[in-house]
């Protein structure tokens, strides 16, 4: 039997899938929302063909966060990936609202299955080999992993965008392409390097798959528990109401307000990329950052500031004017993002054990897809009647009042530090 992972082990696994399961998303960040409005689509209907991704997510969060927790995280996130491609290569061949829809269905998909099982299976197999260790600071580099990831895949897709080296294709188009064959990596990679722990390692064969499946319920169950009686929880979760309406300023209309500015989809596309490198760059320097933070004020407060923070940057997005104003905000909204997101993680996982910790992630993921979801279709037809940048201004100013909700995790941690030494 092959070794269980030290701790040490389990944090090069975390950062070496994060770069591959990131770095195809890089390539697609900066077109994404250029692609169908190329192709045809207006505003409102990009808003609608978005948020069934965050639908598919509210249906699916728990059960498979429950089926991670009872059966294993290698198997979803094998399974995810696939998924994943076949998304991938249904939206770069969409040519209708319809087939875009689709395209967005299966990444919902995609989304549900992937959220959760790598940062769980990571805090367990290192807190299996050393329960002292400090999972924030793995988590905290996986975040500058992922902003790294992103980073080089958009400097890589701007370029691509710009050069156009494939005649056959639009400029749009070529990334995606470039996307399908990194995605078919990390499903190789997933395959091959995740071991699952202790927990888990017995999970073989069809009778043991049926019967932790059966798990699954129990497992969603106490989760819901939780989430009904822990105050700090509940208020974790809430957090992401705010926020993911906050995200669909810098992440589905600043591509939007940068075509308005510089005149069309493909000029905006090529600027997209070497402006999302930067920004994911800047993104891994918040993550880092955020582990250092933590440590002098607290994670609580970590948190609080970045949020407070990135809204009033979303906010100044949208009322500067010209390119360069615009993409300078962005930049300061990308450092701050990577700062919230490792110590939001951080938070929630304080609260979960090794039975419910997929869960309870996924119940955060699950509330966050809802609300960017609904976000969308309210977003989407007001910056049609009124302005991308006025839309863009309401949804940072709304983000800033998440801020409010992490009262109680911060009570948790005062309660949490341990008392002074009598002199």
């Known amino acids: 039997m092959t070794p269980p992972l030290t701790a040490e082990g389990a944090r090069r696994v975390l950062l070496l899938l994060t770069f591959t399961r990131w770095f195809p998303v890089g390539l697609t960040i900066g077109v994404t929302t250029l692609l169908p409005l190329e192709r045809g689509l207006d505003l409102a209907q990009l808003g609608v063909m978005l948020s069934v991704q965050g639908f598919v997510v509210l249906a699916l969060e728990l059960p498979t966060g429950g089926v991670a927790d009872a059966l294993g995280r290698r198997p979803l996130l094998v399974a995810a990936t696939v998924v994943a491609l076949a998304s991938a290569v249904v939206f770069v061949l969409a040519h209708s609202l319809a087939a875009f829809v689709v395209a967005m269905l299966l990444q919902g998909v995609y989304r549900a299955l992937d959220s959760g099982p790598l940062e769980s299976w990571y805090v367990d197999t290192a807190q299996a080999d050393d329960p002292e260790v400090e999972v924030e600071q793995g988590l905290a580099r996986a975040g500058t992993v992922l902003g790294v990831a992103i980073a080089s895949g958009a400097l890589v897709s701007g370029g691509l965008v710009a050069w156009h080296p494939v005649a056959f294709l639009t400029a749009l188009e070529t990334p995606y392409w470039v996307a399908v064959a990194f995605i078919v990596a990390n499903v190789a990679a997933t395959a091959t390097l995740l071991r699952e722990p202790v927990t888990h390692v017995d999970a073989t064969g069809w ?76 993104f891994a320097a918040g993550s880092a950052g955020a582990g250092v933070l933590a440590r002098r004020v607290g994670v609580t407060w970590t948190a609080i500031a970045s949020r407070v923070a990135q809204g009033a940057a979303i906010v100044g997005m949208a009322l500067v004017a010209g390119p360069a104003g615009l993409v300078t905000a962005f930049f300061v909204v990308y450092t701050l993002h990577g700062a919230a997101g490792p110590v939001h993680a951080a938070l929630v996982h304080r609260q979960a054990g090794p039975g419910n910790r997929t869960t309870l992630l996924s119940m955060n993921s699950m509330v966050a897809g809802a609300s960017y979801s609904l976000g969308l279709l309210a977003l989407g037809p007001f910056a049609e009647a009124t302005s991308t940048a006025l839309a863009m201004g309401v949804a940072g100013a709304f983000s800033i009042l998440g801020a409010l909700l992490y009262r109680p995790a911060l009570h948790a941690e005062r309660r949490a530090a341990p008392a002074p030494h009598p002199a």
Do not use: H, K, N
């Not at 699954?216 to 819901?224: E, F, N, R, S, Y």
């Open 207 to 282: 009778r043991r798959a049926v019967a932790s499946a059966r798990e699954a319920p129990g497992v969603v169950a106490g989760g819901l528990r939780l989430l009904r009686t822990d105050r700090v929880v509940l208020a974790l979760v809430g957090v992401e109401v705010f926020w993911s309406v906050g995200m669909i300023s810098f992440e589905t209309l600043m591509p939007v307000r940068l075509a308005e500015l510089v005149g069309t989809q493909a000029r905006a596309g090529a600027l997209m990329g070497p402006v999302s490198a930067a920004a994911w760059g800047l």
